[in-house]
């Protein structure tokens, strides 16, 4: 599409005219600056740090009139306010002198780890296990009663040895658990750094990387009874193909010990019990056709060892449930069509167990969590924090009270304190202050649901607007993409700043975060649609939730929408341009991994599966390259130990193969957390040029780096996936 500039307007190539949007050097000083924005919200979420005991907190705060401490009483909610800690105990003395005491108590910090003990020695100190020839062998301590070491085990060898690091004796110092394995020659990836700092040659190094079909270690697990010298036969079935087996744990009453096994394609996952006598038994085994998100696995042992809390998709949902170590039937703990998410605490003497849990309400963007409480037994659970945001929980040392931080894209955060008894507010510590953010020109998030593909599942997302957004003009559409399946990525929270965003918005585009089909979090059959189809990427859904945005938003203008996106982001957003050409014009692919089979074993074969099949070559944007069509930006970093450079490199050749126009940046020395001012630059010039047809302002000297040296932001991995 031709534009032709006239006095503010665009005259497009299909005949209407719209509001011209025309970033200039202070838009772009603007981008440059937006992690400043946190400075325009005062008393945001609070961060309390709990005093000795849980009796109480304080917390560091911004208000308009300065920082200011505050010391809160958990009993009643009674507050005390001061400019500093010292001041702040002061005020408190009076009547609340243990509170003004623990407050300037100087923290103990984290409780220095125990020794690591010796786990080849017996529980008494008296016998000592070790490794000769591959096989076990024991030796004794005793000073007054010394013997020659006795061999317990005959089937290791040098090429499938006893692991010593597997070795765990039971309690009562009867018997050893332990695992042999057969090691696999570990594979590598090549990394070059070009330009070293400290040198004037350019390095190479190889780093341990196993990719979707590589040969993987074996273990198996094993036990001996110490007192008579000899190893107890295990059955050993189904252990093989294998992905991976823990080392083993044993129970405090030595009776039984566990391992969690994971077979090669990740359809499953086992916690087995071995009993002393050699019987094995699967406490949790978990089955699908598609997949068992081995990442996203939820797990707490009760402190006496004969019961497991779970949590499950076997009814097609993430439910926790109880499992029995002496084959009782599993019993749920939770029922119903929501998620989840994590196990918060467990007060076994109350027989209760706090979790986070999402789509507790249809009505509700899925990833507001609420804080809920069940019952051990079985007989039922309840929402605590029933209200509709996304509830960021701080429960205090002794589980008797927690910080709320209520908050949604579109409401700013208010914090409270509340009983975990039951959920009710002791007292409201502050709201958060959004009035100069407003006045700056920026407006609240917009969270909007649409029917997906399907016409009846729920697809949700997020639109940041411009900074001094007019509904009277029209804006171009980016989408911040990452379809990785292990998580989504549509925020819960209200943002200040959402910086990977805000320095487009600050631009004059509108950026949208949306989660289709095939990311997690919902429901099992939603999660199903990544498998073998990553490049599926949920964009049916994320193409009719942007065409239903426009019904009620007629400022989006849909015929000018880009993509941009990290790691498997990078993949997702190449893979528009192959697939999806026809909707979106323009694409940024950050450290992209554009062949699963060139990826981290691990998070590959978990999504796509194993044996490698067709399906892979049909999910690469390498072989499927010659598909493209709009404009492509290629960005990668030579010694990124994450996703292989190498990904980008093949793109690159395959598109000069078949002819394509693109861009691409290869930055020197650079891992996988692809950010900074000057990558930030290009790619704000590339949407410039790319969806708005005009040519940015130009760069000014030392620019990059006084926008560097202006925020303090994290980087754009939070976790070594991809």
């Not at 020839?133 to 030796?139: P, T």
């Not at 409270?416 to 920026?442: C, F, M, N, P, Y």
């Amino acid at each position: 599409m031709r534009a032709w500039l006239c006095s503010g307007f665009a005259v497009l190539a299909f005949g209407w005219a719209v509001a011209q949007i025309c970033p200039n050097q202070a838009d772009y000083e603007r981008s440059a600056r937006v992690n400043d924005n946190h400075w325009l919200m005062f008393e945001g979420g609070v961060t309390p740090r709990w005093l000795a005991g849980g009796t109480g907190f304080w917390y560091e705060t911004r208000t308009r009139s300065g920082k200011r401490f505050r010391l809160i009483r958990c009993v009643d909610g009674q507050r005390w306010e001061a400019e500093n800690k010292e001041a702040l105990a002061q005020v408190a003395r009076a009547s609340a002198p243990t509170l003004a005491e623990a407050l300037l108590t100087p923290p103990q910090g984290k409780k220095p780890a125990p020794p690591v003990s010796d786990r080849t020695r017996s529980p008494d100190g008296q016998w000592q296990v070790f490794l000769r020839d591959g096989n076990l062998w024991l030796r004794s301590l005793k000073k007054e009663n010394p013997s020659e070491p006795e061999q317990l085990t005959y089937d290791g060898n040098t090429a499938f040895p006893y692991e010593m690091g597997s070795i765990a004796w039971s309690p009562d110092g009867t018997r050893i658990a332990a695992n042999r394995v057969r090691r696999a020659k570990d594979p590598t990836v090549p990394l070059r750094t070009s330009a070293p700092e400290d040198s004037l040659f350019p390095a190479a190094r190889d780093v341990e990387y196993a990719r979707p079909g590589d040969e993987l270690d074996l273990r198996l697990p094993a036990l001996i009874d110490v007192p008579n010298r000899r190893a107890i036969p295990l059955d050993l079935s189904g252990l093989s193909p294998q992905y991976w087996l823990s080392p083993p744990t044993w129970r405090p009453d030595s009776k039984a010990y566990t391992f969690e096994f994971v077979p090669r394609g990740f359809s499953g996952f086992v916690i087995d019990e071995v009993f002393a006598d050699g019987v094995r038994r699967a406490r949790v085994n978990e089955r699908a056709d598609t997949f068992v998100p081995y990442t996203l696995r939820k797990r707490h042992d009760l402190t006496d060892g004969l019961s497991t809390l779970w949590v499950t998709e076997r009814t097609g949902w993430r439910q926790l449930w109880r499992f029995f170590g002496d084959g009782r039937a599993p019993l749920p703990l939770t029922q119903g069509s929501f998620v989840v998410r994590d196990i918060v605490r467990v007060d076994e003497a109350a027989g209760k167990v706090w979790f986070t849990a999402g789509c507790i309400n249809p009505a509700e963007n899925p990833s507001q969590l609420h804080l809920c409480v069940a019952s051990l037994d079985g007989s039922g659970w309840r929402d605590l924090t029933p209200e509709p945001f996304h509830h960021e929980i701080f429960l205090s040392p002794d589980g008797a009270y927690f910080v709320d931080v209520a908050s949604r894209p579109d409401c700013p955060p208010v914090s409270s304190l509340r009983r975990t008894a039951d959920g009710s507010t002791v007292a409201e510590l502050q709201r958060a202050d959004i009035a100069d953010w407003l006045k700056a020109g920026w407006s609240l998030p917009q969270v909007f649901c649409a029917k997906g593909r399907d016409g009846t599942t729920d697809i949700w997302g997020v639109l940041r607007l411009p900074q001094h957004f007019d509904p009277a003009k029209t804006y171009p559409v980016l989408e911040q993409i990452y379809a990785g399946p292990h998580d989504s990525r549509v925020p819960g929270a209200f943002q200040a700043v959402d910086y990977f965003s805000d320095i487009f918005t600050a631009l004059g585009f509108v950026v949208v975060r949306i989660d289709g089909m095939g990311t997690a979090w919902r429901s099992k059959a939603f999660h199903d649609v990544c498998y073998k189809n990553l490049r599926d990427a949920g964009f049916p859904d994320r193409i009719a939730w942007m065409k239903a945005a426009t019904q009620t938003r007629p400022w989006l203008d849909l015929s000018r929408v880009g993509v941009y996106g990290w790691s498997a982001g990078g993949q997702n957003a190449m893979g528009a341009l192959l697939w999806h050409n026809d909707f979106y014009k323009a694409a940024i692919a950050l450290c992209g991994c554009h062949d699963n089979r060139l990826n981290r074993l691990w998070w590959n074969e978990q999504w796509m599966g194993w044996p490698l099949g067709p399906w892979y070559a049909e999910n690469s944007n390498v072989v499927n390259a010659h598909l493209l069509k709009g404009k492509l930006f290629l960005v990668a970093g030579e010694n990124d130990d994450n996703v292989d450079p190498a990904a980008t490199l093949m793109v690159s050749r395959a598109l000069i193969k078949a002819g394509k126009d693109f861009e691409q940046l290869y930055l020197p020395n650079t891992k996988h957390a692809i950010s900074g001012a000057f990558v930030e630059r290009k790619m704000k010039d590339f949407f410039v040029r790319a969806l708005l047809g005009q040519t940015p302002p130009p760069w000014k000297e030392r620019e990059v780096p006084k926008a560097e040296a202006s925020r303090n932001k994290p980087g754009i991995s939070r976790e070594r996936t991809p």
